[in-house]
């Protein structure tokens, strides 16, 4: 049909769109959330005596309508619509029905059946009824409808709706009470509100123990109505790199790991170590000839080394993705266990040989961070507290030498600890026979707890300045002295197998002025009596001072000691007091 610009055709028909009027109705539309296959059971949803006329009545306060979803279900809860103000129009288009019967157009040919088209469309518009109930209203019948009748269908305003009651809160969970025969009962006795159902209500007397007892669920199992808006988006260091072979769009992570990751990152019992680096490409072309030289000549040296030790070694500013790269071509690392993040040399296993428990590794937390108690990234946090490891600012910052320490690491080698009281306790530590791959490697775990412990107990004493030296005279009250940590370290034997921990209670005890002293944790019962496992607390006074320990084998209270200290000394079975349920108070946590 041709269009002139004023709107008229050439045989002067209207060309723009026909105007309906819309009457004033109150119309209300609900939403329902299912797909209904049936009228009769979408009302039925409403429950039994829905009230539909307080939505189109005038009222103050907006009105809703709860909907069961198991409307033969007593027990089951609904959902409540909420009111939202709209401005659509309902609209009741009417188009011919059509046979079910279909020919070429502008042809003569007989007439065929048209298959696409459901019988309940048909029946439908025989009986010139409603269309658009029981998905009866397929676009694609309604687009052919109206293609095939362009000008004998007809449109009709019904009026507008102002007022729409949608679903869109969450469904709480459902108790299923298929096989529940006491609320089964009481649905069928009770419920209907019948007296001669209510006559032949019972109870069945007694208790009952056995297993599937019947419990009455609650009134709500979630109070959360409002799904919670999860702001799902494409990351942004994905690009399009184009199509593969099969034609599909290849993705690319451009800050993924594998741009970085060259070396083995085991666990401390998979076997056998790694030779080899995973790839020599990449990035790995890329490291400075001179830098790669260094790192081999300090592995020739000594096979493994903790990342800060080994970095400490070399000359010359590098960034951290390259020595990130560098340091996995030379070593590869362990998850955890005695040698846990330590670089280690391809092709050796420290597990092997007891050689090498001198490069065992220790871990220390040494400060929490409060993430979140201020608006300060946790980035900004921990770039605060780690240093740079290209500036080799310190050199011997992986040194331990029991009078400071740096913080630009929580690792430490037993190589590298040069603390004469530290040194001694690990040069008297008998050889372990076996490799305790999970804990204490070459050391037996009594020793090895005790120089995590030392050490421990004095990174916090030189973090609040009360370390004491040996020649003060007099001793310092407040103060922790290599004299007084070796005393409650004697109460624990070198050798034992018991998975057990050294509490710091009594190690930091002349410090408890500072307020140091963690929760007391509930002693473990033994033979119906009461021992207190690895805690040799001796009852010193508030100041804390050193005096001898106890030699009874239990615990005793001291009724004089106004912090209700306890005394432990070691006995012939000191072995049944270390409970296995004590554990570390300082989380190991992995060096960055």
Not at 272 to 296: C, F
Not at 303 to 318: E, F, H, K, L, S
Not at 436 to 459: C, N, V, Y
Not at 522 to 531: A, E, L, M, V
């Amino acid at each position: 049909m041709n269009h002139t610009q004023d709107g008229q055709t050439h045989n002067g028909a209207q060309t723009s769109a026909p105007v309906l009027d819309v009457p004033e109705r109150k119309i209300v539309a609900v939403d329902h959330p299912c797909i209904l296959l049936s009228l009769e059971n979408g009302l039925r949803s409403f429950g039994p005596e829905p009230n539909f006329k307080k939505l189109v009545e005038e009222s103050q306060e907006s009105q809703a309508l709860p909907l069961w979803f198991r409307p033969d279900n007593p027990t089951s809860k609904p959902i409540v619509s909420h009111h939202a103000s709209t401005n659509n129009i309902l609209l009741k288009i009417t188009v011919p029905r059509r046979t079910g019967r279909k020919r070429k157009r502008g042809s003569n040919t007989p007439f065929s059946e048209d298959s696409s088209i459901l019988d309940t469309t048909a029946v439908a518009s025989k009986e010139n009824s409603v269309g658009s109930v029981a998905r009866q209203d397929r676009p694609r019948t309604i687009l052919r409808r109206l293609q095939d009748n362009p000008h004998d269908y007809k449109a009709e305003a019904v009026g507008m709706i102002r007022d729409s009651h949608r679903y869109r809160g969450l469904a709480d969970f459902q108790f299923a009470n298929t096989n529940t025969p006491f609320i089964t009962n009481v649905a069928e006795h009770l419920l209907p509100l019948n007296f001669s159902k209510l006559q032949q209500f019972r109870l069945e007397e007694g208790v009952i123990a056995n297993p599937g007892l019947e419990i009455i669920p609650p009134p709500h199992f979630t109070d959360k109505v409002i799904g919670f808006n999860y702001n799902y988006e494409q990351n942004p260091g994905i690009v399009d790199q184009g199509l593969d072979d099969e034609g599909e769009t290849r993705l690319i992570n451009r800050q993924g790991r594998n741009k970085f990751s060259y070396g083995h990152f085991i666990h401390h019992d998979a076997f056998p170590a790694p030779e080899n680096p995973t790839r020599v490409d990449g990035e790995a072309q890329k490291i400075p000839a001179s830098l790669m030289q260094q790192l081999r000549h300090a592995m020739e040296k000594r096979p493994i080394w903790t990342r800060r030790a080994i970095v400490n070694q070399v000359r010359g500013n590098y960034t951290e993705s390259v020595l990130k790269v560098a340091l996995q071509l030379m070593g590869y690392q362990f998850r955890g266990g005695p040698f846990r993040d330590a670089i280690v040399k391809y092709g050796v296993d420290p597990r092997h040989d007891p050689k090498y428990r001198q490069y065992q590794t220790l871990s220390f937390k040494l400060a929490k961070n409060f993430v979140g108690a201020t608006k300060v990234p946790w980035q900004t946090i921990r770039r605060g507290q780690v240093k740079s490891y290209s500036k080799n600012e310190d050199p011997t910052s992986h040194m331990w030498d029991g009078e400071s320490y740096s913080t630009d690491g929580k690792l430490w080698q037993i190589c590298d600890i040069t603390d004469p009281f530290v040194v001694e306790i690990i040069e008297k530590a008998p050889m372990r026979p076996e490799c305790d791959l999970s804990e204490s490697g070459w050391f037996h775990r009594g020793t090895w707890q005790k120089i995590k412990a030392a050490m421990k107990a004095k990174m916090i004493a030189i973090a609040k300045d009360r370390l004491g030296s040996e020649s003060d005279d007099p001793l310092k009250k407040g103060y922790i002295y290599n004299a007084f940590i070796a005393e409650r370290l004697a109460a624990y034997p070198d050798v034992s197998d018991k998975p057990f921990s050294i509490s710091l209670e009594g190690l930091l005890r002349p410090l408890q002025d500072l307020g140091l002293s963690r929760r007391r944790r509930r002693p473990p019962t033994i033979r119906g009596r009461t021992t207190y496992a690895a805690n040799p607390d001796n009852p010193g006074g508030i100041e804390g001072e050193q005096e001898a320990g106890n030699t009874q084998w239990f615990l005793d209270r001291d009724e004089d000691d106004d912090n209700d200290a306890e005394a432990l000394s070691p006995g012939p079975d000191w072995e049944h007091m270390v409970s296995s349920d004590v554990e570390d108070e300082d989380a190991m946590e992995e060096e960055d």
